[in-house]
């Protein structure tokens, strides 16, 4: 099974189109369809599809935070405005070797998913005012290991550089500083963090 989003505007540029939902293709990306119960406002915008080893998909979206548990006949959000977030803009999702969630939601911060509750992290991390979108990378041999990037929104000549690489090795708890390597310019779009296994 394969999936893809579509549309672009999530991290605010102006060029970028609306999409028309996910498509899903089950013979390894030779033929694909698209999801019918995707076809609507809150599938506009994918800034990220997770499939966990259950089979449950997660699309982070501008809408916010989506899960299916059937194979995509229902998405009932889980993290958003009406969900306990300040915004929508799920930029990245992530899941930690342990089975957390972290979601990256632009303007906001940095959201954890543990114990049936999420709780957004404010230890070691920059404040909201400050940054826009958020990058976020778990470990794939370390379920406590988490970094976040986070992009500047405070310069004035709209290059929107890194503003910060945090790192927490208690699974979100605490974060501390990194450096932040000489990477060019425009974190709000060319922007992606990893950790090498």
């Known amino acids: 099974?394969?999936?893809?989003?579509?549309?672009?505007?999530?991290?605010?540029?102006?060029?970028?189109?609306?999409?028309?939902?996910?498509?899903?293709?089950?013979?390894g990306g030779v033929?694909?369809?698209?999801?019918?119960?995707?076809g609507g406002n809150a599938f506009q915008i994918i800034n990220k599809i997770v499939v966990d080893n259950g089979g449950q998909i997660y699309v982070?979206?501008?809408?916010?935070?989506?899960r299916s548990s059937d194979g995509g006949a229902t998405w009932p959000e889980i993290l958003g405005t009406g969900v306990g977030a300040v915004n929508d803009n799920v930029q990245d999702f992530e899941i930690a070797a342990g089975g957390d969630l972290f979601a990256g939601i632009g303007g906001d911060g940095v959201y954890r998913f543990r114990n049936n509750?999420?709780?957004?992290?404010?230890?070691?991390?920059?404040?909201?005012?400050?940054?826009?979108?958020v990058?976020?990378?778990?470990?794939?041999?370390?379920?406590n290991v988490v970094y976040a990037a986070f992009e500047d929104i405070t310069q004035t000549d709209n290059t929107n550089p890194c503003l910060s690489i945090r790192?927490?090795?208690?699974?979100?708890?605490?974060?501390?500083?990194?450096?932040?390597?000489?990477?060019?310019?425009?974190c709000w779009y060319a922007f992606i963090l990893a950790v090498d296994p």
Do not use: Q
């Open 1 to 27: 099974l394969m999936y893809f989003g579509t549309g672009e505007r999530g991290f605010g540029n102006a060029d970028g189109v609306r999409g028309m939902g996910i498509w899903r293709s089950a013979d």
């Open 31 to 38: 033929t694909w369809d698209l999801m019918p119960t995707t």
């Open 60 to 66: 982070a979206t501008s809408s916010g935070l989506f």
């Open 117 to 133: 509750s999420w709780a957004k992290l404010t230890t070691g991390l920059p404040p909201s005012a400050s940054f826009g979108r």
């Open 135 to 143: 990058e976020i990378a778990c470990a794939p041999g370390n379920a």
């Open 167 to 186: 790192h927490s090795i208690n699974g979100g708890d605490n974060w501390t500083a990194r450096t932040v390597p000489a990477m060019g310019i425009f």
